[in-house]
């Protein structure tokens, strides 16, 4: 038995100074194991078969022949898979049918699974799932996503689908000054650089998925509901994570896997391609906005409509919410919103880097800089202008709104005072330059967490939370947390995380994840100091308490709750190519208190990055006589690359939530909001031209003309 030595409250914080990643050793050396490299005895690996229609019904699986083939243990279909439930309520909603794999004999969109080539080796898996004939019956389908569908209607998502006050029609007759347009954004896709991967396996009679997500509790949970399993009978381990986006929640190729381990009775791994990923990991969706804003002669806004467009697959509906970004962001008399889907023969959407905000920040924030620009106000002043008091939509006061603070700190280090306001006037040699500015906001939510503490037996303390580090530097943040919590040095903490059998846990989404998880610490590391005074004797098993925020998150008072920021860019344009480069991008934002600044600085310019590349590259295409992609991989689908990213600058202004027991925010996803915009409005002031289309191509730019209507 040993003796508690808990320092006292000399020990110098460890929240808010830089920190190196904990595990960043062992990622940098290649110790680091992700879901695809962790060994299994007699492990077998499966390989997905893809639909190659877009609507019709699989008339056979000619398996036999493939059955015959070396080392192939097993083909899984529709005529022969393990059935599975889909009659629940998860932790996001219901499910989308796409993990539903192999239960009847619809192919609802190109890229379904009709599949599973089992095998002891990938090599003779790949060969064999790529020599398995399907044999069709080919419907007529439906890909068009045009701005005047019929059969498009408003949806709820995570949020009303309508919100009207107001009257909208006699507010804009009375307006002085009117902003009409259309803005659209293409299908845009994660692109993490670790495919998705699982391996399933029974043990005891519990299964066990090794796997890459963003939440194991998560994951664990839809599993159980799949299977119809006690959740206690299930776990999910995701100790590593090589990006996630939004994208790595349940999906078809665990569900397989359990499947083909269930039906072999020993380990089987699935690991998707990154053509497999275009079809059956989610997207963005493609988004047509309508932006109407009416103002009086100062530029206050008295008329505010903002509709979005998404599609959505025919079976599940999922809303991609870009015109919440005004609800949250400007008020005026008469203020109307929609989202609205559409449902075609495409692989169901998700969840992708600030979901609605990103998008939706593209469209409102480029219609203001057109608003300032009719009213001859400073971008910057147009918004001061309109700042709301309370929340446009909710008529609830903000926890903490330091949006003008990031646009004033913002335009001090940027050099804004220095800009002529006036378009295509800034010429050198071959390139037009010009600047632009915009909005950003991000909700700060946080999620029922739970953990275990441990004050070991060694004088170390050890954290467990199925949290999900997926490359955000949560592992160091909790590690920091908790120190300061326990008023130890940071190198006395130990934090494991990524397995359901820590306990539920929120997600990594939302910008959540760190904010849901440092409370749940905290309130371990209190109760665990008030256990282990000095002098406490510490057992050789150690002293553990559990937390759970459930409670604490049910009392917070109902306020809106955002991340705020302030994106500048400088962008140049070849008059000759039409090729734009972004020469200088800076941000501040307002994101809570800063748990290490090294990870938080890396996430923010992360995001504006990823706005970059949503800019001027970024835009998956769809074949429609096939409804399939085109250029379904990393060199078809244009991402930015190191050549394409200047100097990026990332800031902040002290914003501690004082809700929250740390008094996190959330930088995740704000960063690259407003991002888009932002570029897009510099590159109206280097061209004199508006781009409402993204990206923002070389031959769009080279069709436009100064003081044409739309690029």
């Not at 194991?216 to 009978?233: I, R």
């Not at 040699?429 to 946080?446: E, Y």
């Not at 004797?537 to 459930?550: A, F, H, Q």
């Not at 960063?671 to 109206?684: F, K, R």
Request: aromatic share 6%; hydrophobic share 40%.
């Amino acid at each position: 038995m040993t003796t508690a030595t808990t320092p006292s409250t000399t020990t110098a914080g460890a929240v808010g100074t830089s920190h190196t990643r904990v595990e960043g050793r062992d990622k940098v050396t290649g110790a680091a194991r992700y879901a695809a490299d962790i060994p299994f005895a007699g492990l077998a690996h499966g390989w997905l078969v893809l639909s190659t229609v877009a609507r019709g019904r699989v008339l056979a699986v000619e398996a036999d022949p493939v059955l015959a083939m070396p080392g192939v243990l097993a083909v899984l279909h529709h005529g022969n898979a393990p059935r599975v439930n889909t009659d629940y309520v998860g932790m996001l909603g219901t499910p989308d049918k796409t993990i539903a794999v192999f239960q009847h004999d619809r192919v609802p969109h190109a890229g379904w699974p009709v599949a599973l080539v089992v095998a002891e080796t990938p090599e003779q898996a790949r060969e064999a799932a790529e020599t398995l004939q399907v044999r069709y019956e080919v419907e007529p389908h439906d890909t068009d996503f045009a701005a005047d569908r019929p059969d498009a209607y408003s949806a709820d998502g995570h949020m009303p689908g309508v919100t009207e006050k107001g009257d909208l029609a006699a507010e804009l007759a009375a307006a002085s000054v009117v902003v009409e347009a259309e803005y659209t954004t293409p299908e845009e896709h994660h692109g993490m650089m670790e495919p998705h991967a699982a391996t399933a396996r029974w043990d005891g009679g519990r299964l066990e998925v090794v796997d890459s997500n963003q939440g194991a509790t998560w994951v664990q949970g839809e599993l159980a509901n799949l299977f119809s399993l006690d959740p206690s009978s299930v776990r999910v381990r995701s100790e590593h994570v090589g990006g996630g986006f939004g994208s790595k929640g349940i999906r078809a190729h665990q569900v397989a896997a359990v499947m083909a381990a269930t039906v072999l009775d020993r380990p089987v791994r699935v690991t998707m391609t990154r053509r497999q990923m275009f079809s059956l990991t989610g997207y963005r969706s493609p988004t047509r906005q309508q932006v109407r804003l009416g103002a009086d002669s100062e530029g206050r806004l008295h008329a505010l409509e903002h509709s979005c467009l998404n599609l959505t697959s025919s079976f599940h509906e999922f809303v991609e919410p870009g015109a919440g970004v005004p609800r949250v962001m400007y008020d005026a008399d008469a203020h109307h919103t929609a989202n609205r889907v559409v449902r075609l023969d495409v692989p169901t959407p998700t969840f992708m880097r600030a979901p609605g905000e990103a998008p939706g920040s593209f469209a409102i924030e480029s219609a203001l800089d057109e608003l300032a620009e009719k009213c001859g106000l400073d971008p910057i002043e147009l918004r001061a202008r309109n700042e709301p008091e309370r929340g446009p939509v909710s008529g609830l006061p903000f926890s903490g709104r330091n949006l003008l603070a990031c646009f004033h700190e913002g335009a001090r280090r940027f050099g804004w005072a220095d800009r002529d306001p006036r378009p295509r006037v800034r010429r050198e040699g071959r390139w037009l330059v010009g600047t632009g500015t915009a909005a950003a906001s991000f909700p700060s939510n946080a999620g029922p967490s739970t953990a275990v503490l441990t004050a070991e037996a060694d004088g170390t303390f050890t954290v467990r939370i199925a949290a999900a580090d997926i490359g955000t530097g949560a592992r160091t943040a909790l590690t920091l947390v908790a120190a300061d919590a326990l008023e130890v040095p940071p190198q006395r903490v130990r934090v494991r995380i990524g397995d359901s059998d820590f306990g539920p846990a929120m997600i990594a989404g939302g910008s959540m994840g760190t904010r849901s998880w440092s409370w749940a610490v905290s309130i371990a590391a209190a109760e665990l100091r008030e256990r282990i005074g000095p002098g406490t004797d510490i057992p050789p098993e150690g002293i553990t308490v559990r937390s759970d925020t459930t409670e604490a998150l049910g009392t917070l008072a109902r306020k809106e709750r955002h991340s705020f920021g302030a994106q500048f860019a400088e962008v140049g344009v070849d008059t000759a190519t039409g090729e734009v480069r972004v020469r200088r991008m800076l941000g501040v934002f307002a994101a809570g208190r800063i748990v290490n600044p090294l990870t938080a600085r890396n996430q923010l310019v992360g995001g504006m990055v990823w706005g970059i590349s949503m800019a001027l590259h970024e835009e998956a295409l769809r074949d429609q006589a096939s409804g399939t992609h085109v250029g379904a991989d990393l060199a078809g689908y244009h991402v930015a690359t190191h050549a394409d990213v200047p100097r990026v600058e990332a800031h902040w202004v002290d914003d501690p939530d004082p809700a929250d027991p740390v008094g996190i925010k959330g930088v995740g996803e704000v960063g690259i909001v407003g991002a888009a915009a932002a570029i897009a409005n510099a590159v109206w002031h280097a061209t004199g031209v508006r781009h409402r289309h993204l990206p923002i191509r070389p031959d769009r730019v080279l069709s436009a003309e100064p003081g044409a209507p739309d690029a």
